[in-house]
């Protein structure tokens, strides 16, 4: 470890769907964040750890800030508000390739009332051309009296680098929060839990909207094979959405479960038997006692 050691917290802000998640999976080398191309994929902070012998940040990646339509809509623009009082720096995220939206002014007159620094940065710079890379930053530099403005691409890691560079010339000397390798903080239950949504997400398509959450019921290790078996519910508002995700003959649950299964396998270095169950819990997302029982506790925002 070198003499001087830094060491911050930062939020990663912006509107739904501009690769926030895509960002921290990016920073910290493994999926601890789950992404899709569906807006509010992330519905609490998800912490990640990113240690080098210099220094260690920790980030809180944001749900996508929007109009909420329901209470866990509500939840999860408190959440992603109410960090920017809690960090060292924020990084506001936008999207190149579908610029300027009306979720960006929202933001952007939020943070004119926090003194945190702000980094600007312009993600999907690969899919966009120069001259409409300088129209964005011609646009965006008045808007807020940006710290940095750092073009880059969280999926292709561009920029990347120099980014976390930038990250530590903002932060103080601190002392190192988390052991050098640990890389979130959430409990391995949550993790795999969004790692079986991911899979719904992403094989359900636009005929499954957010109205899905997942609940661990058990984990079980059996000691001389090492093998886990884990039990999981996965709830939604609808008969037919539970229709959708079971599919014709169960086929579409089996492959949610044969994807999610090699995902956590990944996370936890063991074989895994997944066992699935999909329940129906009409109007969840706007009943408070469901919320806190599929971890959206409000009290602690």
Do not use: C
Not at 119 to 136: C, M, P, Q, Y
Not at 138 to 157: M, N, R, T, V
């Amino acid at each position: 470890m070198s003499d001087t050691f830094k060491s911050g917290f930062v939020a990663i802000v912006g509107r739904p769907n501009v690769g926030k998640s895509t960002l921290l999976n990016q920073i910290i080398g493994q999926k601890i964040a789950i992404m899709s191309d569906k807006a509010q994929t992330t519905r609490n902070k998800v912490q990640g750890v990113y240690t080098e012998d210099d220094a260690q940040v920790v980030f809180i990646d944001t749900p996508g800030i929007h109009k909420p339509k329901h209470k866990l809509g509500d939840f999860m623009v408190k959440v992603a508000l109410n960090t920017f009082r809690e960090v060292d720096l924020i990084y506001f995220v936008i999207d190149a390739e579908s610029g300027f939206g009306r979720g960006d002014e929202f933001i952007i007159e939020k943070l004119k009332n926090v003194e945190t620094p702000v980094f600007l940065l312009i993600n999907k710079i690969d899919l966009v051309s120069k001259e409409r890379l300088v129209e964005l930053i011609e646009q965006y530099k008045d808007l807020l009296d940006f710290a940095e403005i750092i073009p880059i691409s969280a999926l292709e890691g561009e920029e990347v680098p120099n980014l976390l560079a930038e990250t530590k010339n903002y932060l103080d000397e601190g002392p190192m929060y988390y052991p050098k390798d640990q890389i979130t903080d959430h409990p391995e239950r949550f993790i795999i839990s969004e790692l079986i949504r991911e899979q719904v997400l992403q094989l359900t398509r636009e005929e499954v909207p957010h109205s899905v959450a997942v609940v661990i019921e058990g984990i079980e290790k059996n000691p001389k094979t090492e093998k886990l078996t884990i039990m999981a519910t996965i709830i939604v508002e609808r008969s037919t959405q539970k229709g959708i995700i079971i599919g014709k003959q169960g086929q579409m649950l089996k492959q949610i479960g044969m994807r999610a299964r090699k995902e956590i396998e990944l996370l936890m270095g063991s074989k895994v038997f997944l066992e699935l169950w999909v329940k129906v819990q009409k109007n969840w997302r706007d009943k408070e006692h469901y919320l806190q029982d599929y971890g959206f506790n409000q009290e602690e925002y």
